[in-house]
């Protein structure tokens, strides 16, 4: 089972979740935790893995060749992504614009157009007693985390749960993490900000067509109006955690909540047990 944790927006404690819900789950299950957060990683400060492999992440871009080339335009009309431009006798190529599609070497008409590799990230990879663990880092000014994420999830497979810890917000890092994911798990917080931002990431998963549920983080702060909003849309709230400052100061030490609170590791076990009942009533109502 796959099971994505998201969020609209960030700061809402996905990392905690993610680390705590692996922990729990790990003397029952092979448990594999994925970080894809590549823009700024930080579950290996919970978990503390050992890296036992490493893998860079490419991206193909186009470089024209101006003897070939009659600058007739085709490639930057093609470029959906404006990461060509063509002025008068000189092309101009934007690599961070570029999304390494193939088509504007593919329909060049004069064939001046070939892809050289340019590394963008790199993936990681080990072990923390006995949770496999993958990580992305997008290397520092690169625009496209999809295809790290996308290589990321290549690495974590062939477990009975694969655990992603999502990006914040609903681009497409974001839609890239979800999607094919068995559930996913949105996290938020009782402000207005927080409900805001979980309008948007719920449209995100339904459009996805992805089953979800809600956690509530910090309760005791804001207002009523997450919990409201939940009711009106029929989304099932399946845990809330409430604002406390020993669960805020295990978290500034690089704690994960289940080692230093273990009286939660019941309720992350009830957790997955209700993720697998909504996925596995999903899963046979499709077959009927």
């Known amino acids: 089972m796959i099971i994505s944790i998201a969020s609209g ?8 979740i993610a680390t705590s819900l692996a922990l729990s789950l790990k003397d029952k299950y092979e448990v594999t935790l994925v970080d894809c957060d590549v823009e700024e990683p930080n579950d290996h400060i919970f978990i503390r893995p050992q890296i036992t492999g490493t893998d860079p992440v490419e ?58 590799t340019r590394k963008i990230g790199v993936v990681e990879w080990g072990n923390s007693d006995g949770i496999k663990f993958v990580q992305g880092i997008l290397n520092v000014g690169e625009a496209m985390a ?22 914040p917000g609903t681009s497409c890092p974001v839609v890239e993490t979800v999607r094919d994911s068995d559930f996913c798990l949105l996290l938020t917080e009782p402000t207005p900000f927080g409900l805001n931002d979980l309008i ?19 309760t005791g702060i804001g207002d009523a109006g997450v919990e409201d909003y939940c009711r009106e849309e029929k989304i099932l709230v399946l845990l809330t955690i409430p604002l406390d400052t ?16 273990p009286h939660w590791k019941s309720r992350f076990l009830q957790l997955y047990s209700d993720i697998k009942e ?6 046979n109502s499709i077959k009927r």
Not at 9 to 16: D, P, V, Y
């Open 146 to 167: 999809p295809p790290v994420i996308h290589k990321v999830k290549e690495y974590a497979k062939n477990s009975d749960i694969i655990i992603r810890d999502a990006p």
């Open 200 to 218: 948007l990431a719920v449209e995100t998963v339904r459009e996805l067509d992805i089953p979800y549920a809600v956690i509530i983080n910090r």
């Open 278 to 283: 909504m996925v596995d009533a999903r899963t």
């Open 246 to 261: 020993e669960i805020a100061r295990l978290y500034s030490r690089g704690v994960a909540l289940v080692d230093g609170m």
């Open 9 to 16: 927006k960030g700061g809402t404690g996905k990392t905690l």
């Open 59 to 116: 991206m193909r871009i186009p470089v024209v060749s101006e003897q070939k080339c009659t600058f007739c335009g085709e490639c930057a009309r093609i470029c959906a992504y404006k990461a060509i431009a063509v002025f008068g006798k000189h092309v101009l190529t934007f690599p961070q614009l570029c999304h390494g599609c193939g088509a504007c070497s593919y329909l060049c008409p004069e064939i001046a157009i070939i892809e050289e």
